[in-house]
């Protein structure tokens, strides 16, 4: 008899679960156009088709729940009114899944909604969550849940303190508004400071308040003493070595302090830079900031399909996004 000797992933127990990634989708039923510095092509209409292939195949992989990283629609369908309608047609899109959906918040949800009409709409995903996974506060988009034995997720409000994220009224709006002009003396916020300041200090990004950032040491510390494995997900990412210094958190250093004080983070995944971009940090922990949809090009794909397993997750990426082994620290 003949013994053939199997591979390494014949060897491998099955995954624990499996779950879908994507980012940045940003539709919109108008013409192609380009990006903010007017270097990038941008493919509004067909980021429902891309996104449509994520879902089927998603379907087909059975994957336990979807995590949709932020701006989910673009900004453009404001000034047209097209908001509701534009969120309605996107929503569909994922309501075919079977899977459940988890929704990231990032600039253009706020361009298009106000955040007492995001708590009300279906990009609050809090309520679809298992028990114990309810919002952090009323006007904090955060909650974290287990999505099977021995692993936690934990999505966090990178608008939190914003200007685009908090009504003008507000003390965080205030707040946010005096951190801005300390840092960048530019008349349009929206424009990067000079050289001698930190390019995150725009007005389309925002930061983690300390409530936030104790509610996630405390979710974390808990975590630890399970000895689970956590996955944190954000609009913005957190490390300048995983993006473009422009796209970071406001506070981006103080949200990378409290991951790397826990032994239970094994993973940082963004959206935000639709370049994308990866680094593992000195702990060990890897960020991944995903490729956007909305800049790929109708004949590619820009989603990702995570296997976890009890030593290590493996990325399949579809088009833009590559495949990765991520080792556990």
Known sequence: MCLIRRTA???????????GIIADIQYADIEDG????????????????????????????????????????DGFNKSSSASEQALHTV?????????DVHHVWGNHEFYNFCRETLLASPLNSAAKAESGSDLLANDIYAYEFSPGPGFRFVLLDAYDISMIGRDESSEKHKRSLKLLQEHNSNPDLNQPPGAAAKPV????????????????????????????????????PVHPYATDPICLAWNYDALQSVLRSHKSVVCFMA??????????????????????????????????????????????????ISDMVLKYP
């Open 201 to 236: 200090f725009v007005k389309f990004n925002g930061g983690f308040s300390q409530e936030q950032l104790l509610w996630l040491d405390e979710v974390l510390t808990l975590a630890d003493q399970k000895q689970e494995r956590v996955t944190v997900f954000s609009h913005l």
């Open 91 to 99: 929503i569909g899109e994922f309501d075919k899944s079977s899977a």
């Open 34 to 73: 380009l990006n903010y510095l007017r270097t990038r092509k941008r493919f509004y209409r067909n980021s429902l088709q891309l996104l449509r292939n994520a879902t089927r195949r998603w379907e087909e992989q059975r994957v336990r729940c979807v995590l949709q990283l932020g701006d989910i629609i």
């Open 9 to 19: 992933m014949e060897d491998r127990a099955p995954p624990v679960f499996a779950f």
């Open 271 to 320: 959206g935000h830079d639709h370049d994308g971009g990866y680094y593992m940090d000195e702990s060990g922990v890897h960020h991944i900031t995903l490729e956007g949809v909305i800049e790929t090009r109708p004949d590619s794909n820009a989603f990702g399909t995570v296997y976890v397993y009890e030593d290590q997750m493996v990325l399949k990426g579809n088009g833009r």
